[in-house]
């Protein structure tokens, strides 16, 4: 969810295994999607008061069952000045 006034319109991720070696990493442009299953996936950006999710290419190399962590930056444009948010989350792929 977009708490702050500016509209977010980049994300980086980078998903990394438990030795903290990075499997996949995307800087995407607008790839935010209402809802969580949204086909195409993310193409919008997110402004402020909306809650959106960030979609990411499926990584065929990475198995089933393994804990990751991803890494996920946030920012508004991509200038001088853009604010961004750092988040870590781990899950189980």
Request: include cysteine; charged fraction near 25%.
């Amino acid at each position: 969810e977009n708490t702050g006034t500016e509209t977010l319109y980049v994300a980086t991720i980078a998903v990394k295994d438990k030795s903290g070696e990075t499997l996949h990493s995307d800087i995407l442009w607008a790839p935010y999607m209402n809802e969580a299953n949204w086909c195409p996936p993310g193409r919008y950006t997110l402004e402020s008061g909306k809650r959106g999710f960030i979609y990411i290419k499926k990584v065929t190399s990475i198995k089933r069952g393994v804990r990751l962590w991803a890494e996920v930056k946030i920012c508004t444009e991509k200038k001088q000045g853009q604010i961004c948010i750092k988040k870590s989350v781990q899950f189980q792929f």
